[in-house]
């Protein structure tokens, strides 16, 4: 099985950056493709970005131009550069893998990221 577990949430002020990292542990994930969403309170799970094996990037328009995915295979780790925050990006960060080329197969447990005023 594929355990994944992101880390690199926390608080910040709007306006500021952070990166999450998804670590893959079990067997490696050059061959998935991975995404990244988020939950906040009361909402529905959001997809954010997707990262396929060959490297293609995809973005919903809610973070085009400040958000960022990247893999780094070696590390079996893939990124979120996160920029400009806003108070509506609080939410529960997950990264996902998609082994299937269909679905994601497997989940993280989350990592919370709170942007402050």
């Not at 906040?40 to 995809?58: C, D, Q, S, V």
């Not at 590390?75 to 299937?100: G, H, I, R, W």
Request: proline fraction near 2%; charge should be neutral; charged fraction near 20%.
């Amino acid at each position: 099985q594929v355990q994944l577990v992101e880390s690199g949430g926390g608080l910040v002020q709007a306006g500021g950056s952070l990166r999450l990292s998804c670590v893959a542990s079990g067997r490696t994930i050059s061959s998935s493709s991975m995404g990244w969403f988020r939950q906040a309170p009361g909402k529905e799970r959001e997809f954010l970005t997707r990262i396929t094996w060959n490297g293609n990037t995809y973005y919903a328009d809610s973070v085009k131009g400040r958000f960022t995915i990247s893999r780094d295979n070696a590390k079996n780790t893939v990124y979120l550069q996160m920029n400009s925050l806003k108070p509506e990006d609080t939410a529960v960060y997950f990264c996902a893998a998609d082994d299937s080329g269909h679905d994601y197969d497997y989940w993280g447990q989350g990592t919370q990221v709170t942007v402050s005023s």
